[in-house]
């Protein structure tokens, strides 16, 4: 599944420019590009899992909705910031499963990271088309970065990215344009 080189950077373009222009950062996203760039990453499947198993989609704030602006924050600043193929596949993988199962509040975040980091390594066990090693790695990583109280400071491009995606939700609905946003990485 991993494959090198230039040939998306124009399509990677097109889906930024529709992130922007659509506003996709606000309440009112629009799925025919979050499946756009899932398609485009290869992992749409691992997504549609996700939302068939994760039993935290409706909590007040660790739910659907924030796992899909976690996938696009990340997709936006792997963008931003030139990452592969497969770090963006790897660290897109790692917002979408950060939260998996989270417990709401009835568990510490630690176990609730060992939750999350154990059912995205069972959905990915279970998938018939696999990402890459190095994708399956990253996510795991960027999982376990988002463990709060911060036990560790990221020590990657894709861990301060997932670290500053978890955190800029609660100021997404006053932003028109988000070049301000990754002011952790920047």
């Given amino acids: ?29 629009n799925s025919d590009v979050m499946n756009n760039i899932l ?12 939302v068939d198993k994760n039993s ?21 600043g792997a963008f931003c ?3 592969s193929f497969e770090e963006t596949v790897g660290v897109c993988l790692g917002a979408i499963f950060h939260d998996f199962n989270h417990s709401g509040g009835h568990k510490t975040d ?3 990271v060992q939750i999350a ?5 069972q959905v990915h066990l279970n998938m018939p088309v696999k990402v890459c090693e190095e994708s399956f790695n990253i996510a795991c990583e960027c999982i376990e970065i988002t463990q709060y109280p911060y ?12 670290r500053d995606a978890d955190l800029m939700e609660i100021f997404e609905p006053n932003y028109d344009n988000l070049e301000r946003q990754f002011i952790g990485l920047k």
């Fill in 1 to 29: 599944r991993c494959s090198n080189g230039d040939e998306q950077s124009l399509k990677d373009m097109e889906i930024y420019n529709l992130i922007k222009q659509k506003k996709l950062m606000s309440q009112s996203g």
């Fill in 39 to 50: 398609s485009r990453l290869g992992i749409l499947e691992y997504f549609t899992v996700f």
């Fill in 56 to 76: 935290s989609n409706f909590l007040p704030y660790h739910n659907l909705n924030h796992t899909k602006h976690m996938v696009l924050n990340c997709y936006e």
């Fill in 81 to 83: 910031e030139g990452l």
């Fill in 110 to 112: 630690d176990v609730n």
């Fill in 117 to 121: 980091l154990e059912g995205f390594k």
């Fill in 151 to 162: 036990i560790k400071e990221p020590s990657t491009t894709h861990e301060m990215i997932i």
